[in-house]
């Protein structure tokens, strides 16, 4: 991959990522939603390859978490909404 695609992606993964977070905050989307979590999600994977390309481990880390932490915050809402049927 090229450098300059590395760095787009990155860039989008950020901007994803500060863009649901603004949105939650100022009320625009809920964050017990499906949008919310799958959208960190997205940002995050963005964020990983660009921090495994360049080889910042503890970056990647944190957002391969954050991957981890979105899916299972959708599963278990998920299981909620289905036990409240």
């Known amino acids: 991959m090229s450098k300059l695609l590395i760095d ?3 860039w989008l993964g950020a901007f994803i990522l500060l863009t649901a977070y ?3 905050s100022f009320r ?8 919310y979590q799958w959208v960190n999600a997205t940002g995050s994977l963005l964020l990983i390859v660009n921090t ?3 080889r910042a481990y ?3 880390f944190v957002n391969v978490i954050w991957i981890a932490i979105a899916i299972s915050a959708r599963i278990r ?4 909404a289905g036990k409240a049927q």
């Open 8 to 10: 787009g992606l990155g």
């Open 22 to 24: 603004a949105s939650v």
């Open 28 to 35: 625009k989307i809920a964050a017990d939603g499906a949008l």
């Open 52 to 54: 495994v390309y360049y």
């Open 58 to 60: 503890p970056s990647a």
């Open 77 to 80: 809402v998920r299981s909620y």
